[in-house]
C-alpha cells in the first residue's frame, strides 16, 4: 500500500467534507428566510375603538363591541359576540378599520383577504338596500398610517340583513416585508339616519412559498389607464408574474431624460404624473443567472386637463342657490330657491358659458344668490390658470346676508401674467359661514356654478392713455377704513399703471409713489387725501385726483342707514347675532335701532363701539332710547354704557341697565313673554353722565338667554340746565267719557310745564295744536271737545325761569275711549263671576284679577224690544255683594243701561 495515497486521500476527503460544510453554511446564509402569512381575528373580548392591535375611526359610534347601549339599532354578526361597527350617515360618511400591528411577513406569495359584513339600518336593523355603501380593501408594506395600495375593485353591499362573506381580495405583498390591514366603508347616498356597517372574521392568508429559479420574464408592462389627469393615480402591473422567493422589482420611469429608477419593490406600483410618462420594471430573481429580466415599457398619456376637472362638491343640509354671476362679459342669472338634487343640483354646469379675459387686467365680479334667512353666505371664484386640470388658484368675493337673490357683493379678481393662455374652468362655491376653500369639498349649505374663461394674452397700449377721472368706493371714510380706488375709463393692456397720493390737489405736499400697479387699488388713511393713478404707456397721463376725506359725523347714532354697526362704529368679538340693526325705531319716529339678541343667544358678551371722539368737556352726558323686556322663565340679561377717557384702552360704566321687571332696560313693566318688538309706546329716554375728557363710548351687553333690549338715537352733549320729563313718566288715561288725564314726573328744574295735545302728526309748536297750556302741577285735565275713537299726540316740557325751556317730551299717544273698570275685589280668590252668558256669550272664569277684557273674540247678538235673558255664577263670601251691568246702547262711549 501507498501511504502517501492514503494520506491523500483521507486529507482529501476531509477537505471535501469542510467545503461542504462551508457550502451549506453560505447557502443558507443567502437563501431568505421563508415566511407565510396566516392571519385571522374575531374581535374576541373587545369593547373599545381599539382592540387586539385593530383601531376603527370614522363615523358615529365606531367600536369594536357586543354591545349596543342606546338601543340604536346595533347588531353583531353573532348574538353577544364583538364585531367592528360604526354609524354612516350625512355628516360622518366614511370609515376606516386598520391593523395597527402587522398581520404577517410576507413570503412574496399570492394573498388572500377576506370578510365577513352587514349593512343594516340605523335605529331598526333593517336590511339596508344594496348599493347604499361602498367597501374596499388596503395594503402597506409600511406602517399603518401607510403608504395604501388598494387590493382589488371596491364592492357595493347586498341587501342581506345577517353578515354574508366579502369578495376575496388577491395581492402580493413583497418578499419579507410586513403587511397592514385597512378596509374603508363610505355612505354612498347618505340620508339623516344613514346605517350601521358591521366587519368581522377578518383572515388574511398566503400560500407556501419557494426560491425563485429561472431568469425573470414580466412581459408587458401593464396600465390601468392609456391616459390620465394630471395628479390622479393610475396602477401599473406586469403581464407575467415572477414566482418563488428572493424576487426583487425596480421600477422605472421616462419623461424624456432617461429611464430614472422610482417605486417600491413591489409586482404593482400606484402613481400619478403631470405629464406623458413611458414606464417599465426590472424584475431580479437572486438565484437565476442571469438574475435580470426587464418588462415591455408602456406610454401614458395626459387626458385633457378641461375633462379633469373634480365634480365631488357636496352640500349635506341644503342647496341655497347661486342667482347670479357677473364677470368680465359673463352676466348669467340663474333660478333662486333652496332644496335639495335633483331639483337643485350641486353644481350648476353653465360651462357652455365662456368668459374673455386678458392676462394682467383685473376684472370685477359680482354674485348673489339665496340665504333662506338670516344667515351669511360666502362666495369664493376658483380659477385653474395652468390649465393641469386643477383649481389652484381661489378669490374670495365676499358675503350676503338674509336675502333672497337680491344683495349683490362685488370683488376683484386678477389675472395673473403668468397665466396660460387658453380655455380652462372657473368654479363659484357660495357656502355658509365661513369663505370655501376647497373647490372639491364637502358644505353644509350652498352651492356652485361651473363656467369656461378664455385667457388671452395682454392687449397692447395706444398712447397716450386716457384713464379719466379718480374713483372711489367712498367719498368719506373712518379713520383705518379700505376703500377702493379706480378709473373712469381704464386703459387696458400694455400700460403701467402708478397709484399716488397728496395732501393737495396739486400733487406738490407730501406726495407718495408706488402704492399700488393694478387698474385698482385698495386703499386707507387717517387724515384726509388726494389720490391719482399716473398711467403710462409712452406718455404718463394721470388721471383726475379726488379728494377722499375723513368721516367725523359719528353722533348722533339714529340706525337709519341700514349699513351696521354705524358710522365708524365697530362691533367687537361675537357671540354671532348678538348684536344687529333691526327695523323698529324709537316712538315710532323714522326707521333702525340697535338689538341686542339676548332671546337668541344662550351666554356671551358684545359690544357696539364708537371710533375715538373729541373729548368732552366737564358735565356732559350719554342721551338715548332704549326698549326691552324680560322672558317669562326670569333670565336676565345686561347692558353697560361705558366711557373711555383714553381712546378705548380702558372703560368705566356709567350706566348699568338689567331687563327685569323694573330694571332700566325694561321698558313695559311685566314681562311679555317670547321674542320682544316694541311697539311706539315702549320706548323709554335715559341719560348718563360721562367723565371729564371721555372720547369714546362702549355700549356692551351680556346674555342671560333672556329677551330682547333695543337702542336709538345716541346722543352726546351737555348737561341741560333746563331737564325735560322723561316719557317713561309721562302717561295718559281716560278718567271719563268727557276727559282724559295726563301725569308726568316732576322735574327738579323746573317752574312749571307747558302741555301741548295734537291731533295731526305735525311737531310742537305748530299751527293747529288742539289744546296748548301752562301749569305748575304734574297732572293735567283734557275736558273740552274730546272726539271718541280719536288719537291724541301728547307733548309736555319744562319752563325753567332764568335757565330757560328744556325740549319736548313726547309724542305719547292715547286714544280716547271707554274708561277702564276698577280694581275689585283685586288678590280674592273667592271674589270672581265664574260663569256668565247673554245672547251667545258663554265665559267662563278661574282669575281673580280685578278687571278682565273678553271684548274679543265675544260678540252678544240682540234685536231692539227683545228680551234677552241672562245668566250668572259668581263666588262671593260677603252678604251685602252685589252685582250690576252697563251698556253702552247707542255707541257714544258712554256706559248708560243698567
Not at 186 to 203: A, E, K, M, Q, R
Not at 304 to 317: A, E, G, I, R
Request: proline share 6%; aromatic share 10%; with cysteine.
Amino acid at each position: 500500500m501507498n501511504s502517501n495515497y492514503t494520506m491523500n486521500s483521507a486529507a482529501t476527503r476531509t477537505l471535501r467534507a469542510l467545503w461542504a460544510t462551508l457550502c451549506l453554511l453560505a447557502m443558507l446564509w443567502v437563501v431568505p428566510t421563508q415566511a407565510q402569512i396566516s392571519y385571522v381575528e374575531g374581535f374576541a373580548g373587545c369593547d373599545a375603538a381599539t382592540c387586539n392591535n385593530w383601531t376603527i375611526a370614522g363615523g358615529y359610534a365606531p367600536s369594536l363591541s357586543p354591545n349596543d347601549p342606546f338601543g340604536e339599532g346595533y347588531t353583531p354578526c353573532v348574538a353577544a359576540n364583538p364585531a367592528a361597527k360604526t354609524n354612516l350617515y350625512s355628516a360622518a360618511l366614511t370609515t376606516t378599520l386598520t391593523s395597527n400591528a402587522s398581520v404577517g411577513t410576507s413570503n412574496g406569495q399570492l394573498a388572500t383577504l377576506g370578510f365577513s359584513y352587514k349593512v343594516i339600518d340605523y335605529l331598526t336593523s333593517a336590511t339596508t338596500p344594496a348599493g347604499e355603501a361602498e367597501v374596499s380593501a388596503w395594503y402597506s408594506e409600511t406602517s399603518n398610517t401607510g403608504p395604501w395600495t388598494q387590493i382589488g375593485s371596491a364592492f357595493t353591499n347586498a341587501a342581506t340583513g345577517t353578515c354574508i362573506a366579502s369578495p376575496s381580495f388577491t395581492f402580493t405583498p413583497s418578499n419579507g416585508s410586513p403587511v397592514f390591514i385597512q378596509i374603508r366603508g363610505t355612505n354612498l347616498l347618505p340620508d339623516f339616519d344613514g346605517f350601521w356597517l358591521v366587519i368581522d372574521d377578518i383572515s388574511v392568508a398566503q400560500g407556501a412559498g419557494s426560491n425563485c429559479n429561472a431568469t425573470p420574464a414580466p412581459g408587458n408592462t401593464i396600465s390601468s389607464v392609456p391616459n390620465v389627469c394630471s395628479g390622479t393615480n393610475f396602477t401599473l402591473s406586469l403581464q407575467n408574474a415572477t414566482s418563488g422567493d428572493g424576487v426583487t422589482y425596480q421600477w422605472q420611469r421616462d419623461t424624456g431624460m432617461g429611464f430614472q429608477n422610482f417605486g417600491t419593490s413591489s409586482p404593482t406600483q400606484v402613481v400619478s404624473q403631470a405629464q406623458a410618462t413611458t414606464y417599465r420594471c426590472i424584475v431580479t430573481c437572486a438565484f437565476s443567472s442571469p438574475t435580470d429580466g426587464t418588462s415591455t415599457p408602456v406610454s401614458v398619456g395626459m387626458t385633457s386637463y378641461l375633462t379633469c376637472y373634480c365634480n365631488s362638491v357636496t352640500f349635506t343640509s341644503n342647496v341655497e342657490t347661486i342667482s347670479l354671476v357677473q364677470f368680465s362679459n359673463i352676466n348669467n342669472s340663474s333660478a333662486c330657491g333652496v332644496g335639495l338634487p335633483p331639483a337643485n343640483p350641486f353644481i350648476e354646469d353653465f360651462t357652455s358659458i365662456t368668459g374673455n379675459v386678458f392676462k394682467g387686467i383685473p376684472y370685477t365680479m359680482t354674485v348673489s344668490g339665496e340665504t333662506d334667512g338670516n344667515f351669511t353666505t360666502f362666495f369664493t371664484a376658483f380659477f385653474d390658470f395652468d390649465q393641469d386640470g386643477i383649481f389652484e388658484a381661489n378669490f374670495p368675493i365676499g358675503s350676503i346676508t338674509n336675502t333672497s337673490c337680491v344683495t349683490t357683493v362685488s370683488n376683484s379678481v386678477l389675472i395673473p401674467v403668468g397665466a396660460a393662455t387658453g380655455v380652462s374652468r372657473m368654479r363659484i362655491i357660495k357656502v355658509f359661514a365661513a369663505s370655501p376653500t376647497n373647490p372639491c369639498g364637502t358644505y353644509g349649505f350652498g352651492q356652485a356654478e361651473d363656467y369656461l374663461v378664455n385667457v388671452q394674452p395682454p392687449p397692447a397700449c395706444t398712447e397716450p392713455a386716457a384713464p379719466g377721472a379718480t374713483l372711489s368706493t367712498a367719498a368719506s371714510v373712518c379713520d383705518g377704513e379700505s376703500f377702493t380706488l379706480s378709473m373712469s375709463t381704464p386703459p387696458l393692456g400694455g400700460y403701467t399703471y402708478d397709484w399716488q397720493s397728496a395732501d393737495d390737489a396739486g400733487f406738490t405736499v407730501n406726495v407718495q409713489t408706488g402704492l399700488g400697479t393694478g387698474l385698482t387699488y385698495v386703499a386707507s388713511q387717517s387724515t384726509a387725501k388726494y389720490y391719482r393713478c399716473v398711467v403710462t404707456c409712452v406718455t404718463a397721463v394721470p388721471s383726475t385726483p379726488l379728494q377722499v376725506t375723513m368721516n367725523t359725523a359719528f353722533l348722533p347714532v339714529d340706525f337709519t342707514p341700514v349699513t351696521f354697526p354705524p358710522n365708524c362704529w365697530t362691533l367687537s368679538a361675537p357671540p354671532a347675532d348678538l348684536l344687529s340693526r333691526q327695523a323698529p325705531s324709537a316712538f315710532g319716529v323714522g326707521t333702525g335701532s340697535a338689538r341686542f339678541n339676548f332671546f337668541g343667544v344662550t351666554s356671551g358678551t358684545q359690544s357696539m363701539i364708537s371710533p375715538v371722539l373729541g373729548a368732552t368737556p366737564a358735565n356732559y352726558q350719554v342721551r338715548f332710547d332704549i326698549a326691552g323686556t324680560t322672558f317669562t322663565g326670569g333670565e336676565v340679561d345686561t347692558v353697560y354704557a361705558e366711557a373711555s377717557i383714553d381712546g378705548g384702552t380702558s372703560w368705566t360704566i356709567h350706566g348699568t341697565m338689567l331687563n327685569n321687571v323694573g330694571g332700566l332696560a325694561n321698558t313695559i313693566g311685566a314681562t311679555s313673554g317670547l321674542n320682544f318688538v316694541p311697539t311706539a309706546g315702549q320706548w323709554n329716554t335715559l341719560t348718563f353722565p360721562v367723565p371729564t375728557g371721555a372720547n369714546r363710548l362702549r355700549f356692551r351687553g351680556g346674555s342671560n338667554f333672556g329677551n330682547q333690549v333695543y337702542l336709538d338715537n345716541i346722543v352726546l352733549e351737555a348737561i341741560p340746565t333746563c331737564i325735560a320729563p322723561t316719557l317713561a313718566g309721562l302717561t295718559a288715561a281716560t278718567t271719563s267719557s268727557t276727559s282724559f288725564q295726563i301725569n308726568w314726573v316732576v322735574q327738579p328744574t323746573a317752574v312749571s310745564y307747558d302741555v301741548e295735545v295734537r291731533t295731526d302728526a305735525l311737531a310742537p309748536e305748530s299751527p293747529g295744536a288742539f289744546l296748548t297750556d301752562n301749569t305748575a302741577a304734574t297732572t293735567y285735565n283734557v275736558t273740552a271737545g274730546l272726539v271718541v275713537g280719536q288719537t291724541y299726540s301728547v307733548y309736555v316740557r319744562s319752563q325753567c325761569g332764568v335757565n330757560g325751556t328744556s325740549a319736548w317730551t313726547g309724542p305719547r299717544a292715547y286714544v280716547h275711549d271707554y274708561c277702564v273698570a276698577g280694581a275689585g275685589a283685586l288678590g280674592d280668590p273667592t271674589q270672581v263671576i265664574a260663569n256668565f252668558t247673554f245672547a251667545g256669550i258663554n265665559q267662563n272664569n278661574a282669575s281673580n284679577a280685578g278687571y278682565l277684557n273678553f271684548t274679543s273674540p265675544q260678540l252678544a247678538i240682540v234685536a231692539p224690544g227683545v228680551p234677552t235673558p241672562f245668566t250668572r255664577t259668581y263666588n262671593t263670601t260677603y252678604s251685602n255683594d252685589s252685582l250690576h251691568i252697563w251698556i253702552d246702547l247707542d255707541g257714544d262711549r258712554v256706559r248708560r243701561a243698567r
